[in-house]
T-cell receptor
Framework: DAGVIQSPRHEVTEMGQEVTLRCKPI?????LFWYRQTMMRGLELLIY????????DSGMPEDRFSAKMPNASFSTLKIQPSEPRDSAVYFC???????????FGQGTRLTVV | GNSVTQMEGPVTLSEEAFLTINCTYT??????LFWYVQYPGEGLQLLLK?????DKGSNKGFEATYRKETTSFHLEKGSVQVSDSAVYFC?????????FGTGTRLTIIP
């Protein structure tokens, strides 16, 4: 198995532009998580899905952020418009229901200038 | 709500020293507990886990025991190596939602 695949690995964009981050979870996993990591705030859960349905989006910072999971093998996190304070590493993770932990992708390092 | 508190870093040790990183948790019900490790420029990797009280998780010489009475899951290793330098995260899972501690940066010097 290739693990959780995220793209792109690095993204540099100008303030005000739309940014879309992509994630392919591990096949057979039915939960998917989006996290944001910064030096100041550490690792924050933004949203998670179970069976493609958003269960908890209370961590999404504001309306500029949106996430979708149109099918079991693909999810996107979109920021529109982007701001410099959105600069961070964004991780996607997936898991099964067996309480054995989540598996993380390599992350997308986003820089908004 | 659920929360995880872990010892603040950074922690610096000499090679072959004994390591303990403290972790305590607050949760309703019976969560699963995890330690994750993050090497520079990489994602988090699951290091070890325990799913019920008194379980001991172990991997790569690291160990942690699920202590319900003290709500703790301390990470230990008897003899650390330079290659263990990384950031370590304690986490709990309840109702499929993972909650992480703030992370502890560990540096091992030769």
């Amino acid at each position: 198995d290739a693990g959780v695949i995220q793209s792109p690995r690095h993204e540099v964009t100008e303030m005000g532009q739309e940014v879309t981050l992509r994630c392919k979870p591990i096949s057979g996993h039915n939960s998917l998580f989006w996290y944001r990591q910064t030096m100041m705030r550490g690792l924050e859960l933004l949203i998670y899905f179970n069976n493609n349905v958003p269960i908890d989006d209370s961590g999404m910072p504001e309306d500029r952020f949106s996430a979708k999971m149109p099918n079991a093998s693909f999810s996107t996190l979109k920021i529109q418009p982007s701001e410099p304070r959105d600069s961070a590493v964004y991780f996607c993770a997936s898991s099964t229901r067996d309480r054995l932990g989540a598996f993380f992708g390599q992350g997308t390092r986003l820089t908004v200038v | 709500g659920n929360s995880v508190t872990q010892m603040e870093g950074p922690v610096t040790l000499s090679e072959e020293a004994f390591l303990t990183i403290n972790c305590t948790y607050t949760a309703t019900g019976y969560p699963s507990l995890f330690w994750y490790v993050q090497y520079p420029g990489e994602g988090l990797q699951l290091l070890l886990k325990a799913t019920k009280a008194d379980d001991k998780g172990s991997n790569k010489g690291f160990e942690a025991t699920y202590r319900k009475e003290t709500t703790s899951f301390h990470l230990e290793k008897g003899s650390v190596q330079v290659s263990d330098s990384a950031v370590y995260f304690c986490a709990l899972s309840a109702n499929e939602k993972l909650t992480f501690g703030t992370g502890t940066r560990l540096t091992i010097i030769p």
